[in-house]
């Protein structure tokens, strides 16, 4: 065992960041790399026509994921390009309509920068503020609705904190005004429900690698009937994907996402539970009293500037020892970071201070079973 790394020695609890990828996806995505290797947008010989079926049976496994047609999935790289052609897609396409756009503080940067870059341009963003559960609350949602907001862009699950948006109202709201509506369901997709009809999505962004598939593959759902929502293509090129995102198509990436949704359609509701009662088990573990003081003792040692009082875990507001665990966790002396303790944007937003960042996986990489695993953060 000479070959020691440092994550011999710490868990990994940040499947937020990122997924191993399922054996099983893997094993439909190898032969695409040598045998089934063409462009999907060669027309005119076999090897074209077999990588086009390979990614429209991916398209289907997507749609019925979401509850949508196949002609509404739009391959892309991956969830900050796929928000970024439905927000600066939106905002251009719209703009004579209006110029108004409104998301929220706590989004992920793939949202926030593009609606920061549409702002340096003149458009007009609502920065919605959110509550300390983390949620927004609905009637300053309306209220920020003019007659010049063209999109609401709002998040299913938060990847820092996990708070699910109401987006069955949001959806309403947004077809009540007539507003479109996209969503980040990178950290949703897979893991909750999400059906766009039921929910009045009108764009919805996806992401491979948060759900057990590869990096660098993802989707926009594009609505196409009531409304038919159109987008300035933000890559100019060969046409492909209906011209909405021109590039020769990913096929092997696009295959595991396919594979990804599939599992996670047919295994979401086991594997929930599963994780739920993971979850619910260590977190008892953890807020057993003795363990209660092996954290206060790792706390102290770890921070011991910071007071550890109960005024300071009351602070931490419902989940207080949860966070205190988490934090215990996440706080050891690592190469890179003295104190791997880093702060929260989205907490911070919700008026509390810390990060918490956690997630379990279903699958280790390479034991053939499932178990809780945790990894290292970075
Ligand atoms: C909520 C959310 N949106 C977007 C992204 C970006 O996804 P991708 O890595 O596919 O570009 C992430 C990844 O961390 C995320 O958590």
Redesign the pocket.
């Known amino acids: 065992m000479g070959n020691k790394t440092a994550k011999d020695s710490v868990i990994y609890m940040d499947n937020?960041?990122t997924t191993p990828i399922d054996p099983r996806v893997l094993e439909e995505m190898l032969p695409t790399f040598t045998v089934t290797f063409g462009n999907a947008a060669s027309r005119n010989h076999a090897y074209g026509w077999e990588a086009e079926d390979l990614v429209d049976q991916a398209r289907d496994r997507i749609a019925r994921l979401l509850n949508c047609t196949s002609k509404e999935i739009i391959f892309t790289s991956?969830?900050?390009?796929s928000?970024n052609l439905a927000i600066k897609g939106v905002a251009q396409m719209y703009r004579e309509k209006g110029n108004h756009i409104i998301t929220v503080v706590t989004e992920?940067k793939?949202?926030l920068d593009p609606c920061k870059r549409l702002e340096s341009e003149g458009f007009e963003v609502t920065w919605l503020p959110v509550r300390r559960d983390g949620l927004i609350d609905m009637n300053q949602l309306a209220d920020s609705i003019t007659d010049k907001t063209i999109l609401v862009s709002i998040?299913t699950a938060?990847?820092e904190i996990g708070v699910i948006q109401p987006i069955e109202q949001i959806g309403r709201l947004c077809k009540e005004k007539d507003v479109l509506f996209h969503t980040?369901a990178?950290?949703a997709v897979g893991k909750i429900p999400l059906n766009v009809e039921a929910m009045g999505i009108d764009l919805l962004?996806v992401?491979a690698?948060?759900l057990y598939g590869p990096?660098g593959a993802?989707a926009l759902y594009v609505r196409r009937r009531k409304p038919r929502v159109r987008l300035t293509c933000q890559m100019d090129g060969g046409g492909h994907e209906r011209g909405m995102r021109s590039g020769t198509l990913n096929v092997s990436g696009i295959v595991g996402l396919g594979k990804a949704c599939d599992l996670a359609r047919e295994e979401m509701q086991e594997e929930s539970s599963h994780l739920s009662a993971l979850r619910d088990r260590l977190q008892s573990r953890f807020t057993s009293s003795w363990m209660r003081s092996i954290s206060m003792a790792a706390w102290s040692i770890a921070c011991p500037a910071i007071s550890t009082s109960a005024s300071l875990m009351l602070k931490v507001n419902r989940c207080s020892w949860e966070s205190m665990m988490w934090l215990c966790l996440q706080v050891r002396p690592a190469p890179r970071h003295p104190w791997n303790l880093l702060m929260s944007f989205v907490l911070s937003e919700s008026g509390m201070n810390w990060r918490i960042r956690r997630s379990a996986s279903g699958w280790d990489g390479s034991i053939q079973r499932k178990k809780l695993t945790m990894w290292p953060t970075r």
């Not at 991956?78 to 390009?81: H, L």
């Open positions: 937020h960041a991956g969830a900050t390009e928000n992920h793939a949202v998040m938060n990847n980040d990178t950290q962004s992401s690698h948060k990096k993802g």
